[in-house]
C-alpha cells in the first residue's frame, strides 16, 4: 500500500477495484481509508463491505456499517452496503429491509434498484386470503410457476456480490 496516498484517494481506488471485482485489492484501499479517517462514515461502511466480503467477518462489518449508516443516514449507497453485507452471508430478508430503505432516501438510485430486480420480486399469494407460507399457497406457488412460462426464479440472484 503507499503510504503517499490519502485517505480520499484511497478510497476512490478502492471503489475502482471493487467494481472491477478485484475485491482483496479494494479491501486493503477501504481498510487504508478507514485508518487514515475512522470519522468517515463512507470509509467505514466500505471498510464493513469489505470485511464481510474477503474476511467474512459479519459482527464486525455489520457493526461499521450500521454505524455509518447512523451517522449518514441521508446516504442510500450506505444502505446499500449494509444490505450487501447482509446478503454475503445469506439473509435476504434483511437485504431487503436495507435497500428499500435506502430506496425511500432516493427513489431514483439506479443502483439501488438494480439490486432489487437482480434479487427478484416475490409474486402475490395465490390465494390471498391465506397466509403467504400456508402449504396450499405454496404447492399452488409452484404449480403457477411451472405453468406460467416465464416466470422469474426468486433466487437466481442470490450470491451475486
Not at 8 to 24: A, K, N, P, T
Not at 25 to 30: I, L, Q, S, V
Not at 118 to 136: A, C, I, S
Request: some cysteine; overall charge positive.
Amino acid at each position: 500500500m503507499d503510504a503517499k496516498f490519502s485517505a480520499r484517494e484511497h478510497y476512490r481506488r478502492g471503489l475502482e477495484l471493487l467494481e472491477d471485482g478485484r475485491q482483496s485489492e479494494a479491501f486493503e484501499h477501504f481498510r487504508a481509508a478507514h485508518e487514515l479517517d475512522r470519522e468517515n462514515a463512507r470509509y467505514a461502511s466500505y471498510y464493513g463491505l469489505g470485511l464481510a466480503l474477503v474476511e467474512r467477518r459479519f459482527n464486525k462489518a455489520v457493526e461499521l456499517c450500521r454505524g455509518a449508516v447512523k451517522e449518514e443516514f441521508f446516504s442510500p449507497d450506505l444502505y446499500q452496503n449494509l444490505a450487501r453485507v447482509h446478503l454475503v452471508f445469506g439473509f435476504k430478508a434483511e437485504a431487503l429491509r436495507y435497500l428499500r430503505r435506502g430506496l425511500m432516501i432516493d427513489p431514483g438510485c439506479e443502483t439501488i434498484r438494480a439490486d432489487l430486480r437482480d434479487l427478484g420480486e416475490r409474486r402475490t399469494p395465490v390465494l390471498g386470503f391465506l397466509p403467504r407460507r400456508h402449504f396450499l399457497n405454496r404447492w399452488l406457488g409452484r404449480a403457477r410457476k411451472q405453468l406460467v412460462p416465464g416466470e422469474p426464479q426468486p433466487d437466481a440472484a442470490e450470491g451475486a456480490f
